[in-house]
């Protein structure tokens, strides 16, 4: 179904968190594919995330956490990554994949980088810029995460179509960089003069419908 209606409205109930980036990647699938969906805010800051409830939906106690009530039953699921993945199997349409084995492995193997390497990389450099106060900041920290980022977003950048999306039309791989990358500036990091192929990514995702509705 492209959109869904009224009648047919899925069931879809998203525990999450605004200022989460893993969050928002699953918001951005969600808007891409006109899914309605229900929030349920879990504030890590004030430790929802570890209540007894909670816990019980995702045992490891992260947002973000999908609940997809159907006929046979709730589907809980958990990481972004395989949220997506099961957003795009049930609601195909419209297609966040592209049809071919080998760009589905190259779309696949960009997200692998995001969860394995940039996300723990720079979630830490985020924290340390965004959350705290610049006199609470270690200088020493920053520059090792910056420079660990920086390599990370050059094999990103070598893995690149030739755009304006990370691997041919805008996909799910596009959807799990686009809260970090978003994010860089404050950061020390400036893709428009350091990595201009990101740069010019970035002014284009800017564009989409989903981005704006997917901040908070
Ligand atoms: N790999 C997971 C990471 C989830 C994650 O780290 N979520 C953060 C918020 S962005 C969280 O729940 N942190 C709370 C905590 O660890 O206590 C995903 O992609 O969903």
Same mark, same amino acid.
């Given at each position: 179904?492209?959109?869904?209606?009224?009648?047919?409205?899925?069931?879809?109930?998203?525990?999450?968190?605004?200022?989460?980036?893993?969050?928002?990647?699953?918001? %951005?699938? %969600?808007?891409?594919?006109?899914?309605?969906?229900?929030?349920?805010?879990?504030?890590?800051?004030?430790?929802?995330?570890?209540?007894?409830?909670?816990?019980? @939906?995702?045992?490891?106690?992260?947002?973000?956490?999908?609940?997809?009530?159907?006929?046979?039953?709730?589907?809980?699921?958990?990481?972004?990554?395989?949220?997506?993945?099961? /957003?795009?199997?049930?609601?195909?349409?419209?297609?966040?994949?592209?049809?071919?084995?080998?760009?589905?492995?190259?779309?696949?193997? @960009?997200?692998?980088?995001?969860?394995?390497?940039?996300?723990?990389?720079?979630?830490?450099?985020?924290?340390?810029?965004? /959350?705290?106060?610049?006199?609470?900041?270690?200088?020493?920290?920053?520059?090792?995460?910056?420079?660990?980022?920086?390599?990370?977003?050059?094999?990103?950048?070598?893995?690149?179509?030739?755009?304006?999306?990370?691997?041919?039309?805008?996909? %799910?791989?596009?959807?799990?960089?686009?809260?970090? @990358?978003?994010?860089?500036?404050?950061?020390?990091?400036?893709?428009?003069?350091?990595?201009?192929?990101?740069?010019?990514?970035?002014?284009?995702?800017?564009?989409?419908?989903?981005?704006?509705?997917?901040?908070?």
């Amino acid at each position: 179904m492209a959109s869904a209606t009224e009648s047919e409205r899925p069931q879809l109930k998203l525990y999450q968190f605004a200022a989460s980036g893993n969050s928002r990647i699953v918001r %951005l699938v %969600l808007e891409e594919k006109h899914l309605p969906f229900d929030r349920v805010n879990i504030d890590v800051t004030k430790g929802e995330n570890r209540t007894p409830e909670f816990l019980k @939906l995702n045992p490891r106690g992260k947002v973000p956490v999908l609940v997809h009530s159907t006929v046979s039953g709730d589907v809980v699921l958990s990481e972004s990554s395989v949220i997506n993945e099961y /957003l795009e199997e049930v609601f195909p349409n419209p297609p966040l994949m592209p049809k071919a084995p080998a760009q589905r492995a190259h779309v696949r193997a @960009l997200v692998h980088l995001f969860d394995t390497e940039l996300s723990p990389t720079t979630g830490l450099l985020i924290i340390e810029k965004l /959350l705290k106060k610049p006199e609470e900041q270690r200088a020493d920290f920053v520059a090792e995460r910056q420079k660990a980022t920086r390599e990370i977003l050059a094999r990103v950048v070598e893995m690149m179509s030739d755009g304006p999306f990370l691997a041919g039309d805008f996909s %799910l791989a596009d959807a799990s960089y686009i809260p970090v @990358l978003s994010v860089m500036a404050p950061c020390g990091i400036i893709l428009d003069r350091e990595f201009p192929k990101l740069g010019r990514w970035l002014a284009e995702v800017k564009k989409r419908p989903s981005f704006t509705a997917s901040a908070h």
